[in-house]
């Protein structure tokens, strides 16, 4: 089998008939997990959600040969579980009284079923046993099991044996159904005693064996596009100690090694800008001390222009890291990196290098995503218009299953489920989700504003015309791409503010099935709007019977009128030479919604606007007194606010830097003088902070992959760069254009799908049934499984966290590309 070094997570070096299984028992690390050369076997480090339950990133999970391909082994009550399913409580985990061994207890609180789960190392393998403190209540019997799901992409297109009958794992879920309307797979296979998957591959075979109930396999993807493939057992009425008892025995190839990943920026480099590329090694890898840089020449030779020794990174996670600095190499031309006796992909030096990183982005990416219009490109229709029967006032006292709250107070003038006119117009779909999150979508326009000014966005590829409500991408009309796009998420915001006099939470589909849609945004519903005197399906001109149309969450909330009056005073700045009709009332809207918060006492809210943080509300205060500051050119009253909110200000400088720099032109110098300090503070800490891995970024180790905090990273320290040169530089900005264009751990693909030579072409949009992409998208990228696996799927687009597009990620990625560019043209 050829090794190459690239995007593969891993390989092996040895051809796929070669002898396998070496003999070796898992450990317990510190770490607890059981570990051997080869496999991890992750146990509860990482739980269910409390808002999303079930991500496929909990219970019992299983790297073997580096590659993540099995997760969520944990008792569950369906067969099939979907993201909403009951999941169980995670309560405490310790060492057992046996050698490697790990206890781990969980519960469903609501229905008192409590048990503990006992992961033993045994052989070449472990023991799974789960022990409940009470037998199943026979409402649970014939329902409660012992499930753990393997990835569908490993076994596309591999073999089963249940026993000895064979079977295969489909590439698309072909049933069985069951046949009483119930919408539930049947097993693909049942009723053996042994399951080993794939027993052709040595790299993804598992062989499971029970001890008591009989094993069942079935394809979750017949009930929803993101199931995995599942393997079950029921637990037995009555059973308690060793009510369920699994023989797990991954095959681990004798000494694999997992090959190295040379990183680099896919898009390339200008010609003086520093050039470092990173390797990532197995602790077990014998990792050569030189790399070469080769140069591909017009009759396909390569020719050795450079070799180096590596300088050593330290480790980070449970890699070693080396790198490779080819920074003296300065020639344009096509280049690639030789290590251990194999090549990368190619990648470009050139003065043109980054000249077109962001721009599908805008035309391509942020068009898709426009809410209430039609979006083809050339003979793609990306979307019909949609959402065209927005929207119904959300009721109070909910919690919406994607997060939206709702209080007592509906702070509307419409009765719950009362349909409200006027929103129909403008705005981004967040997501994969079709979902309108008001403090992203004024993210976005505060993104391009930015961009335009610090920059220039001189880029004309779309049609937009929003009276037809129509979009055409590759289809230029004479208007900047950034000004229509501005335009378009200020009359979304704008038409909050005329129905409500406040922003709002955002608007959201009603129900799961409706939310959990894939596909062109136009079809989500039938945009008529919604009349109860209607029957179920029946139609009277512009009114239907049915309820599809999405909830509008209504709660006034600090922290969302601040972030829409920030936008919108940008915006005013934006469009006054196009639409000053439109500029004069942002810019009203915006004095409006600021003057108010000034007077009101600053809190969290109870919506999707704060995501808890107590401090966000006056964070927004911040963002939306510099946007009227820069606006009014320097109006006093504005500039006295924001030297009364310099307490605010120093106390989150992570967050509140770069729109604080950006105000220095318009205020005096000893508020100049007072931001020396805290810019000063910031860069010792981030320097701290980055010291403890080697791409030079702070990485995200929450449940989200933090792509949107690298590229803000990149923009706060240009800001930052640009007005104090003598105290910050220039490589905190390229090294975040590098991690989100290549070099990053896990793979080395540009995290912006299209944009260099290897790109994420698989990822989670309106399309992710398909396994494609959308162009210009970001996706979030690597996400640390705890306690040090990091991941990156490269094949498997339903992984939302690693996977998922959003719109102001992207336009905060616009906004870092452009900065990239400038500090790289600075360099001599």
Do not use: C
């Not at 789960?130 to 329902?143: A, E, I």
């Not at 000014?453 to 590759?474: C, Y």
């Not at 606007?609 to 320097?634: C, H, Q, W, Y």
Request: glycine share 8%.
């Amino acid at each position: 089998m050829k090794r190459i070094i690239g995007i593969a997570l891993a390989s092996v070096s040895i051809i796929a008939s070669a002898s396998t299984g070496n003999g070796q028992s898992l450990s317990v690390t510190p770490d607890e997990t059981l570990e051997t050369q080869g496999l991890t076997v992750i146990v509860d480090q990482n739980q269910f959600s409390p808002i999303f339950f079930d991500e496929k990133n909990a219970g019992i999970q299983i790297v073997l040969h580096g590659e993540r391909i099995a997760t969520d082994g944990a008792v569950r009550l369906d067969k099939t579980p979907e993201q909403w399913a009951p999941v169980p409580a995670f309560i405490s985990r310790k060492l057992g009284d046996q050698p490697n061994q790990i206890v781990v207890r969980s519960a469903y609180k609501d229905i008192n079923l409590d048990y503990s789960v006992t992961v033993t190392a045994e052989g070449d393998g472990f023991r799974i046993s789960v022990d409940l403190d009470q037998p199943l209540p026979d409402s649970l019997v014939g329902k409660a099991g012992f499930n753990l799901d393997f990835l569908p992409t490993t076994y596309f297109g591999k073999t089963y044996l249940m026993d000895t009958e064979p079977g295969l794992f489909p590439r698309h879920p072909t049933g069985p159904m069951a046949k009483d309307g119930s919408g539930d797979p049947l097993p693909m296979a049942q009723g053996g005693k042994s399951l080993t998957l794939s027993p052709e591959d040595p790299m993804t075979r598992v062989r499971i064996t029970s001890d008591t109930a009989p094993l069942e396999l079935y394809d979750a993807r017949n009930r929803a596009q993101n199931g995995w493939f599942v393997v079950r057992s029921l637990i037995p009425a009555g059973a308690q100690k060793n009510a369920i008892v699994w023989h797990v025995r991954p095959n681990v190839v004798k000494d694999w090694v997992r090959d190295p990943v040379v990183s680099f920026n896919q898009a390339g480099y200008t010609p003086n800008r520093p050039k470092i590329a990173l390797i990532e090694l197995d602790p077990h890898f014998k990792a050569p001390a030189e790399a070469e840089l080769v140069r591909l020449t017009g009759d396909g030779t390569q020719e050795t222009v450079l070799k180096a020794r590596t300088q050593s990174r330290g480790s980070w996670m449970r890699y070693n890291y080396a790198a490779f600095d080819f920074s003296q190499v300065r020639t344009p031309g096509v280049y690639a990196i030789s290590y251990a006796g194999h090549t990368t992909n190619p990648f470009r030096i050139s003065t043109e290098a980054y000249d077109h990183i962001w721009q599908t982005s805008l035309d391509t990416f942020i068009a898709e995503q426009m809410d209430h219009v039609g979006i083809r490109e050339q003979y793609r229709v990306w979307s019909a218009p949609s959402h065209l029967d927005d929207a119904r006032q959300a009721p109070p006292n909910i919690t919406h299953f994607d997060g939206y709250k709702m209080g007592p107070d509906l702070d509307s003038p419409f009765k719950p489920g009362e349909h409200i006119p006027g929103l129909a117009v403008g705005g981004w779909q967040d997501a994969g989700d079709y979902d309108i999150q008001t403090p992203q979508n004024a993210s976005v326009v505060r993104d391009l504003v930015w961009a335009r000014e610090l920059f220039g966005l001189d880029w004309d590829e779309t049609s937009v015309d929003e009276k037809a409500r129509a979009v055409e991408i590759r289809k230029p009309d004479g208007v900047e791409d950034a000004i229509q796009q501005i335009r378009h998420g200020t009359l979304q915001l704008l038409a909050q503010y005329d129905v409500f006099g406040h922003a709002i939470v955002g608007i959201v589909d009603p129900n799961l099935r409706q939310y959990a849609h894939l596909g062109d945004a136009g079809s989500q519903t039938d945009g008529l709007i919604y009349d109860p005197s209607l029957k179920p399906g029946e139609t009277s001109g512009s009114r239907s019977g049915v309820p599809d149309d999405r909830w509008a969450f209504t709660t006034d909330l600090p922290a969302n009128n601040l972030m829409v009056a920030g936008a919108l005073a940008g915006a005013s700045r934006a469009l006054a030479p196009s639409d000053p009709a439109m500029a004069a009332k942002a810019l009203e809207a915006a004095q409006t919604l600021w003057s108010k918060q000034q007077t009101n006492l600053m809190k969290a809210g109870d919506g999707r606007d704060d995501s808890g943080a107590p401090r966000f509300a006056e964070m927004s205060n911040i963002f939306a007194t510099v946007e009227l500051l820069i606006t009014s050119k320097g109006d006093p009253i504005y500039a006295e606010r924001l030297k009364q909110l310099l307490p605010i200000i120093r106390e989150n400088f992570d967050w509140t830097g770069g729109a604080a720099v950006r105000a220095v032109p318009f205020m005096d110098t000893d508020y100049r003088t007072a931001l020396i300090p805290m810019v000063k503070a910031m860069k010792a800490k981030v320097d701290s902070e980055t010291a403890n891995n080697p791409f030079g970024v702070p990485i995200s180790e929450g449940s989200w992959a933090g792509s949107n905090q690298v590229v803000s990273f990149g923009t706060t320290m240009y800001l930052f760069h640009k007005e104090f040169p003598e105290l910050v530089g220039t490589d905190y900005t390229l090294d975040a254009l590098d991690y989100v264009l290549g070099r990053h751990p896990a793979n080395n693909l540009s995290l912006v799908s299209t944009v260099g030579t290897q790109s994420k072409l698989i990822a989670y949009g309106h399309n992710r049934a398909d396994y494609s992409f959308i162009p210009g998208g970001l996706v979030p990228g690597v996400l640390v499984i705890k306690p040090d696996f990091p991941e990156a799927k490269i094949d498997w687009p339903f992984l939302w966290f690693e996977n998922e597009y959003t719109v102001s990620t992207t336009s905060a990625y616009i906004l870092a590309a452009r900065a990239a560019m400038e500090v790289a043209s600075e360099t001599p």
